[in-house]
């Protein structure tokens, strides 16, 4: 299930960027966070596929979004000038952002190469 943050849950889930200079990741699974906006095409796009990757990979990496017209603040301490936009957490690694719509077989892969999780065996 995709999960989405305000602010105040990105402290609490994600980093607390307000109180830590380095990145110190506080979830207990990667997580893959979506940055978008109602009116974007391509993100509308992208929403079923991150659902879909959400109900894959369940249990195994936390998927988020955030909407970036209610989240500017959040939008801004990540630079996002150009959505969609993608940041993949690894558990102990800094993170890595990715821009545009990539495709589902795409977004496996980075998954698999930046959060080093496999991709799930389907039945």
Not at 12 to 35: H, L
Not at 67 to 82: K, M, N, W
């Amino acid at each position: 299930m995709v999960q989405h943050l305000t602010k105040q849950d990105f402290l609490d889930k994600i980093f607390n960027f307000e109180t830590e200079q380095e990145w110190n990741y506080s979830g207990d699974a990667p997580a893959v966070i979506d940055f978008y906006a109602d009116w974007c095409g391509p993100c509308k796009v992208l929403s079923p596929v991150i659902e879909e990757l959400s109900e894959e990979y369940d249990g195994a990496i936390n998927f988020y979004k955030v909407d970036t017209e209610a989240e500017q603040e959040l939008a801004a301490v990540f630079g996002i000038r150009s959505i969609p936009s993608m940041l993949f957490i690894p558990s102990d690694e800094k993170p890595q952002m990715a821009t545009g719509a990539l495709p589902k077989d795409q977004l496996k892969n980075v998954i698999g190469d930046v959060l080093k999780v496999a991709a799930p065996v389907s039945n």
